[in-house]
């Protein structure tokens, strides 16, 4: 089998906002990266939780919808070729000889790195997903955890399932483009924020949505992952067919530190205790930044995790490079750095 290890400066494990930023402040320093997600698509918590919602604390931007931001952050971090392995999770990271890391993915990509940047959030992210025989045939097809982009859906038959703000939310959105809308959720009450909770009570009453209260999802029909319809069943034992051309699930997502839990660093409350002032965590070379990291007065913030990049890129131009002094300069004096 080939030898698939990649050598580079920094392998960041996680390419959400943060992750993808630590990616240009690297660059800055002349400090190349690799970068790892879970996902299959960059953008963390912004691309699969709320990427067509607006984001009003973004230095600079007024508004940006969570995906068109995530959008400017790889163009901001381009001119520095990021390699990223999507769609695996970092699950060994190993010291070796030289005071360097060895990260091993899931799908057996290998990353020899100088440093390591843990940009993991919440951890790696998955939806949870209801129980239902034969789901995986339908999943990305017509079965869908998060939603990407809301047109998807325009003309659709669509049940949503969930009682929480990602299922009152998209009832909402979809409400104006789908054919119909059709909520079920196992409880009268929603778990929404109350505005949209009785946002949606009102369309109910206006009959633009369908609410099919309390009953569970049972079953899916359909062919080649092609739904036709769900079936549901109310505590009582009471049965209903429902005609639905895609189903939305959201019973919240899984986020599991997993592995890096076990790497040796201090943790509070599932989240890497860092010095503040370079976002080192307790093992030389390994640093966290982003929502993962935690100290004194961290807001969880997208802003503070940009910050915390370019700290933590600092802290590591001496490690990547030992005989170049580092003298601080803005971007207005050194312009966009040519990477070797
Ligand atoms: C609905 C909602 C609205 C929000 N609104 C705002 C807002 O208005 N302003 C604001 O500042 N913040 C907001 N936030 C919070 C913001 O999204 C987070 O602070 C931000 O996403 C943190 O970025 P991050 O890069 O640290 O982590 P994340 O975005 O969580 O990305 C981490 C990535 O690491 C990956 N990962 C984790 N472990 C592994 C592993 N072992 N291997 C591979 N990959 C791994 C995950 O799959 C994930 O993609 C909101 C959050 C939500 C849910």
């Known amino acids: 089998m080939p030898d698939s290890t990649h050598h580079t400066d920094v392998a960041i494990v996680g390419a959400g906002p943060v992750g993808l930023f630590a990616v240009f402040e690297c660059g800055m320093l002349r400090i190349k990266c690799h970068v790892v997600d879970a996902l299959d698509v960059a953008g ?15 230095p600079g931007y007024p508004v940006i919808e969570a995906a068109a931001l995530i959008e400017k952050l790889r163009e901001q971090a381009a001119p520095f070729h990021p390699v990223f392995h999507l769609g695996q999770t970092v699950e060994k990271c190993e010291r070796t ?14 990353i020899d790195s100088r440093a390591v940047v843990i940009a993991a959030g919440v951890g790696a992210i998955g ?5 239902l025989a034969g789901i995986e045939t339908f999943e990305n097809k017509s079965v869908f955890y998060f939603v990407k982009r809301r ?34 959720h196992r409880r009268p009450k929603f778990r929404a ?56 699930a959201f019973f919240g997502l ?9 790497w040796g660093l201090n943790l509070e409350q599932n989240r890497i205790a860092v010095d503040p002032a370079s976002c080192a965590t307790n093992v030389p070379g390994l640093f966290a930044i982003g929502d993962i990291a935690t100290y004194p007065g961290k807001l969880k913030l997208i802003l503070s995790g ?35």
Request: proline share 7%.
């Open 306 to 340: 940009f910050a915390e990049s370019a700290l933590a890129a600092h802290a590591i131009h001496p490690l990547v490079y030992p005989d170049r002094e580092l003298h601080f300069e803005y971007s207005t004096t050194t312009g966009i750095p040519e990477l070797a």
């Open 44 to 58: 963390g918590q912004c691309a699969a939780l709320y990427p067509e919602k607006p984001i009003y604390d973004i």
């Open 193 to 248: 924020a109350p505005e949209s909770a009785a946002k949606l009570a009102k369309l109910a009453q206006e009959g633009k949505i369908d609410m099919v209260v309390p009953f569970q999802l049972e079953g899916l029909e359909g062919v080649q992952g092609k739904l036709s319809a769900v079936t549901v069943k109310s505590l009582s034992g009471e049965q209903r067919r429902i005609p639905a051309d895609a189903l939305l």
């Open 254 to 262: 899984a986020m599991s530190l997993g592995p890096i839990a076990e």
């Open 127 to 131: 939806p949870n997903r209801p129980p």
């Open 151 to 184: 047109d998807d859906f325009a003309g659709k038959r669509v049940v949503i399932a969930g009682g929480g703000d990602s299922a009152v939310d998209w009832a909402l959105s979809l409400a104006d483009i789908a054919a119909r809308v059709i909520v079920i």
């Open 97 to 110: 000889e030289g005071g360097r890391f060895l990260l091993t993915a899931s799908a057996g990509t290998k």
